[in-house]
């Protein structure tokens, strides 16, 4: 009994699979997805937090994403633009982030022909350099604690757009059946 106590104590449990049932094949891809699914909602609540933090707390994630976005290389950006960058489908949504960014006074949108351009405004731009200064007290300083290297940070980085690649592709050919 002791023996079989020691075994079921000192026993590793194996990975932590949220969707056993998915794994029929790559148990593995199910761990690889739990934990992706577990991350973004810590991502998403982080840059809510940030951006209350910032003066900003009626701001949702992806109002967050798209004011970054347009902020980003300090060029206009129009909306298809930025739903392909930020891999948003549904543009209406991205359009209504941007109605309230504007109406916040964090973005502008300027008619050139039969497009619009958004740009941020000063109040925009200072408010993702609030975000950045927070982000760096907050975030950067505990990530750095990790001792994971600069470069395999971005080497995991790539391996997630690669994977959103293969994600995007598996969804049109679901789509499809």
Same mark, same amino acid.
Do not use: W
């Given at each position: 009994m002791d023996?079989?106590?020691?075994?079921?104590?000192?026993?590793?449990?194996?990975?932590?699979?949220?969707?056993?049932?998915?794994?029929?094949?790559?148990?593995?891809q199910s761990e690889f997805e739990f934990g992706l699914i577990i991350a973004s909602h810590a991502f998403t609540r982080w840059m809510v937090r940030c951006m209350t933090a910032a003066g900003y707390p009626e701001l949702g994630p992806l109002d967050v994403l798209v004011l970054h976005s347009v902020n980003h290389r300090e060029r206009a950006k129009r909306l298809s633009d930025i739903c392909l960058?930020?891999?948003?489908?549904?543009?209406?949504?991205?359009?209504?982030?941007?109605?309230?960014?504007?109406?916040?006074?964090?973005?502008?949108?300027?008619? !050139?022909?039969? *497009?619009?351009?958004?740009?941020?405004?000063? #109040?925009?731009? &200072?408010?993702?350099? !609030?975000?950045? *200064?927070?982000?760096?007290?907050?975030?950067? #300083?505990?990530? &750095?604690?990790?001792?994971?290297?600069? *470069?395999e940070t971005s080497r995991l980085a790539g391996m997630l757009r690669a994977m959103s690649g293969i994600y995007d592709q598996a969804a049109r050919a679901a789509a499809s059946l």
């Open positions: 023996t079989e106590r020691r075994t079921t104590k000192g026993a590793s449990r194996g990975p932590i699979v949220s969707s056993a049932h998915l794994s029929h094949r790559a148990q593995e960058v930020l891999n948003v489908e549904d543009s209406h949504t991205v359009t209504y982030a941007l109605k309230k960014l504007t109406k916040l006074g964090l973005v502008h949108g300027e008619k !050139r022909g039969k *497009e619009t351009f958004f740009h941020t405004t000063e #109040e925009g731009r &200072s408010t993702c350099q !609030r975000y950045a *200064e927070i982000r760096e007290d907050c975030l950067i #300083e505990s990530l &750095s604690s990790l001792g994971i290297e600069p *470069e």
